[in-house]
Each structure stands twice: as structure tokens, then as C-alpha cells.
């Protein structure tokens, strides 16, 4: 058997090249970017926070394939809201979608979007929130926390007052108990309509209605129906008093994570997850008045009247005085009422 014959210099240098090739593909396979990304909601399609999620995750795969993927986990699988605020800041979790008003607990300033009557509906929403006023806001949580909004997206509809006793006007709201999230802007809101705000836990709800502890509550549509909340009230006066963003937010972290030439298309995927699911958004809030009409709901409208009337109130005190106390929010309620002329 014939001994090997020595490389020549030329094939050695080509071995090693390609030794060095394979060697790295493996190391480039394993650079996917991998971010976790917190909800307190459910994951199915009742679930705006889901269903925002399932179309960012489905942009990025037809963007940029498996290069950035989205650790989804819902339900408060990594804490309450409270708590992932603090780990998105310091970036143990990179992202968080939620209602805006948890974030106000690191930028008070975001807290303006939770008093009442300040927006008409979802598009005037997105109108004031996709521009310069939502950029400011931005800045402002960034300066406060390093983290920064990714995008504004829609609930499933705006919320109303659901009552087992018809209430269709301010003077009939006079003295009902009504349960509130307990937060100042909402229960400065329901004094301010003559209610008796009560804030309770969302948990303890069901019961407390039952019961006679409250004599009904605030919420969204799609909320009441997928809670089974139309078993204990059985009229709605439909004063869409709250269009209240849904936010998605990134840690300093999180962002350092995305490599800068797919940052563009993360972008891009956010952009575009975002007007799909406020078009989804729209119809859910209307499917699920649909389907609690057919549940013995009785929805009563607002008045023209009732509305320009509590709006005025709002203006007058609760907006005023939140601009007072955080002065560059005024600019922004101006800004914000500017579409509505």
C-alpha cells in the first residue's frame, strides 16, 4: 500500500479555510435572537395581547426567518404586572404588553391616558398616539426607565358602565356603587359622574355584583363576555368614557439584543402587527356587544348632552389638574384635543 503524499502548502491553506468555514456555521446557526415577551392574558384569540403577538411572530418569520424569535408567555407566567414593569426596566425580561396605566408607575405622565373622555374613539386614539404626541410620551418613559414604546395598539373596545338596574343618563349614575380599577384617574372619573367609585380586584368582581357588594362595574365588552360578567348585570349604558391604549414596551436590553441590520425589519413587523390587530380589535368589540345582546344585555347610549356635559368636567379638573401637577402633559392634552375640533 502506497504511503500518503504530503499535502502541498496551497491544499493546507485550503483545508484550514474550510475547517474555519464549518466551524463557523454552526456558531451563526446559533446567533438567533431570542426575546421574552410578558402578558397577563390568556393565549387564545379573546386575547388582545395574543393576537397581537401571533401577527408580529408571523411578520418576523416572513421578514427575517428564524433569525429574531419571540418567547411568548402569557397569563402572568413571569409576574404580575407590577413586577415585570421593574424586570423590562432592568432587563431580566425584555418586553411587556399591557395597558398603559401599569407603566405610569415608572412615568407618571403616561397616566394621563387613563382619565376619562379624553379620547372620541380607537382612531382618534391611534391618530394622536402614532405621532408626535405619542413620540413624547415616549421620550418621556425612556428618560424615566430606559425602556421604550414599541407601538400603541387597540383593547377589544372601549369601556362602558355595566349595572343590574338600567342607567341611562348622569342623573341615574347618582349613587350607584360601581367597582373601578384602583387607580386615582378612574376613581376621580366616577366621583366626578356622581357614582361611588369601589375599587376591588378584577378577580373578586363576579362575586362582589353577585352579592350586592357593587351594583355593577366598568369594562369592555369582550371582557364582560369572556368572564361570564353578563350573568350578574343585565343593562349597559354605552358611555365609552375610556379608549385606553394597549402598549407594547422593550427594555434598553432587549433592544441591544437585536442586531442593527434587522432592526429595520423588527420594526417593520411591529408596524404591521399593530395595524392588523387594531382592524381584529375593532370587529371583537363589536362581535362581542353582538353576542351579549343575544345574552339579555340592554345597551342605552349616551347622550350627546351627558357627554359634552361630564367631558366639560373632565377638562375642567381632572385634565387641568393633571397638567398642573405634571406640566409637560398640558401641551399634550392640547394636542389631544386638537383632532376633535
Known sequence: MPSPQPLSRRRLIQAGAAAALASALPIRAQSRVSLRFSSSMVADQNAAHFVWYERLQSNLKSAVGDAIHIDYFPNNQLGKESDVVQQVKVGSVDMMVSGSSIFATICPELGMLDLGYLFDNYAHAAKVLDGPTGATLNEMLQKSSGCTILTWASHFGPRSVYTKAPV?????????????????????????????????????????????????????????????????????????????????????????????????????????????????????????????????????????????TVRQAMSGSLWSGFAKQYPPTAPLFAAIQAPRG
Open 168 to 308: 341611562k343618563s348622569l342623573a341615574e349614575l347618582k349613587g350607584v356603587k360601581l367597582r373601578v380599577l384602583p387607580t386615582p384617574a378612574f376613581i376621580e372619573t366616577f366621583k366626578l359622574m356622581g357614582a361611588i367609585p369601589t375599587p376591588i380586584p378584577f378577580g373578586e368582581l363576579y362575586m362582589a355584583a353577585q352579592t350586592g357588594v357593587v351594583d355593577g362595574f366598568e369594562h369592555d365588552a369582550a371582557t364582560v363576555l369572556a368572564s361570564k360578567l353578563d350573568e350578574v348585570v343585565k343593562s349597559c349604558w354605552l358611555t365609552e368614557h375610556l379608549f385606553s391604549p394597549m402598549v407594547v414596551v422593550i427594555g434598553k436590553r432587549g433592544i441591544d439584543k437585536i442586531p442593527a441590520d434587522l432592526k429595520p425589519a423588527f420594526q417593520k413587523a411591529v408596524a404591521e402587527a399593530t395595524a392588523q390587530q387594531r382592524s381584529i380589535a375593532s370587529d371583537k368589540g363589536s362581535a362581542a356587544i353582538d353576542e351579549l345582546k343575544k345574552k339579555g344585555i340592554a345597551f342605552n347610549p349616551m347622550s350627546a348632552a351627558d357627554r359634552a
